[in-house]
C-alpha cells in the first residue's frame, strides 16, 4: 500500500474500526495487520506496514516520556487519540521490530445499570469505606465495570474521588463528585506512590486502575482501614488466583 507515511498507519487503523466489529487490532512490522473479531484473529496480507512505518506513528502519537519508557522497557501501555478516537495502546518489541495493539475506549461513561451488573455490585456502590476488588482475565470488562462504579458514585453523592490509572480510558466530568484522574507516567510515578499522594489529598474515594505488586495493596488495605473507599481491579484467570 502506497500512502503519505504520516498518516498510512491512522488511515488504517481508522478504516478497520469502522468496517470491522473487532476488540483489537494487531499492527506489526513487515507482517499483515491482523483483527480479532468475534473472538477469532483474521489477517489481512494487502494491509502490511513497515517498521519505519510504525516508529513514524509512535512519534507523532506517544509523549516524550511514553517514548523514553519504551526505548529503556521494550515495552509500554498508553492511551493514544487517532481520528478523534481513543484507543488503548500496547507497543512492544519482538524479533521482527516494533508491534502495537489496540483496543478501542469508548467515550460515553458506562452507566451501571445499562451494563446488567449483579445487585451485589450497584450496592457496594454505596460503601464509605472498605476495599472493593474486581478481578478477571483481560477483556473481562474490570475497566468498564470500575468506570460505571465511579459514574454511579458521582451521579449519587458529594465527595471526592481520586483515580490512579495506566493509563486512563474512560473520562469523567464532575457531577456531584470532583473528580481528580491521574495517569502513570504522565502525572505519577506508580501505583504506590500515587495512592501515597492521594492520601493527602482529602479523599473519599480511591480508584486503582491494577493493584500489580505487594507495595500498592499494602498501601491499599491502609487506605481502606483509615476510612476510605478503595476500587481496585486485579489480573486473575480464576477463583484460585
Same mark, same amino acid.
Given at each position: 500500500?502506497?500512502?503519505?507515511?504520516?498518516?498510512?498507519?491512522?488511515?488504517?487503523?481508522e478504516?478497520?474500526?469502522?468496517?470491522?466489529?473487532l476488540?483489537d487490532?494487531?499492527?506489526?512490522?513487515? !507482517?499483515p495487520? /491482523?483483527?480479532?473479531?468475534?473472538?477469532?484473529?483474521v489477517?489481512?496480507?494487502?494491509?502490511?506496514?513497515?517498521?519505519?512505518?510504525?516508529?513514524?506513528?509512535?512519534?507523532?502519537?506517544?509523549?516524550?516520556?511514553?517514548?523514553?519508557?519504551?526505548?529503556?522497557?521494550?515495552?509500554?501501555?498508553?492511551?493514544?487519540?487517532?481520528?478523534?478516537?481513543?484507543?488503548?495502546? $500496547?507497543i512492544?518489541?519482538?524479533? $521482527?521490530?516494533?508491534?502495537?495493539?489496540?483496543?478501542?475506549?469508548?467515550?460515553?461513561?458506562?452507566?451501571?445499570?445499562?451494563? +446488567?451488573?449483579?445487585?451485589?455490585?450497584?450496592?457496594?456502590?454505596?460503601?464509605?469505606?472498605?476495599?472493593?476488588?474486581?478481578?478477571?482475565?483481560?477483556?473481562?470488562?474490570?475497566?468498564?465495570?470500575?468506570?460505571?462504579?465511579? $459514574?454511579?458514585?458521582?451521579?449519587?453523592?458529594?465527595? +471526592?474521588?481520586?483515580?490512579?490509572?495506566?493509563?486512563?480510558?474512560?473520562?469523567?466530568?464532575? !457531577?456531584?463528585?470532583?473528580?481528580?484522574?491521574?495517569?502513570?507516567?504522565?502525572?505519577?510515578?506508580?501505583?504506590? +506512590?500515587?495512592?501515597?499522594? /492521594?492520601?493527602?489529598?482529602?479523599?473519599d474515594?480511591?480508584?486503582?486502575?491494577?493493584?500489580?505488586?505487594?507495595?500498592?495493596?499494602?498501601?491499599?488495605?491502609?487506605?481502606?482501614?483509615?476510612?476510605?473507599?478503595v476500587?481496585?481491579?486485579?489480573?486473575? +484467570?480464576?477463583?484460585?488466583?
Amino acid at each position: 500500500m502506497t500512502e503519505n507515511k504520516d498518516i498510512l498507519i491512522d488511515h488504517l487503523i481508522e478504516q478497520y474500526s469502522k468496517n470491522y466489529q473487532l476488540s483489537d487490532l494487531h499492527i506489526r512490522a513487515n !507482517q499483515p495487520l /491482523a483483527i480479532r473479531e468475534h473472538g477469532e484473529i483474521v489477517t489481512f496480507p494487502d494491509d502490511t506496514v513497515s517498521g519505519e512505518d510504525i516508529k513514524i506513528f509512535l512519534k507523532k502519537h506517544i509523549d516524550s516520556f511514553h517514548a523514553e519508557k519504551f526505548e529503556k522497557e521494550k515495552q509500554i501501555d498508553t492511551a493514544i487519540v487517532v481520528e478523534g478516537i481513543r484507543y488503548r495502546a $500496547n507497543i512492544y518489541e519482538t524479533l $521482527n521490530g516494533d508491534s502495537i495493539v489496540l483496543r478501542k475506549i469508548e467515550t460515553i461513561v458506562p452507566i451501571a445499570e445499562d451494563l +446488567n451488573l449483579p445487585p451485589v455490585i450497584l450496592s457496594a456502590c454505596d460503601y464509605r469505606n472498605g476495599l472493593i476488588l474486581l478481578t478477571g482475565p483481560t477483556g473481562s470488562g474490570k475497566s468498564t465495570t470500575t468506570a460505571s462504579m465511579i $459514574n454511579r458514585i458521582n451521579l449519587m453523592r458529594k465527595e +471526592n474521588i481520586i483515580t490512579i490509572e495506566d493509563p486512563i480510558e474512560f473520562i469523567h466530568a464532575n !457531577q456531584m463528585c470532583i473528580i481528580s484522574q491521574r495517569e502513570i507516567g504522565k502525572h505519577v510515578t506508580s501505583f504506590a +506512590n500515587g495512592l501515597r499522594g /492521594a492520601l493527602r489529598e482529602d479523599p473519599d474515594i480511591i480508584l486503582l486502575g491494577e493493584m500489580r505488586d505487594y507495595e500498592t495493596v499494602s498501601a491499599a488495605l491502609t487506605a481502606a482501614e483509615t476510612g476510605h473507599l478503595v476500587i481496585g481491579t486485579l489480573h486473575t +484467570n480464576g477463583a484460585p488466583n
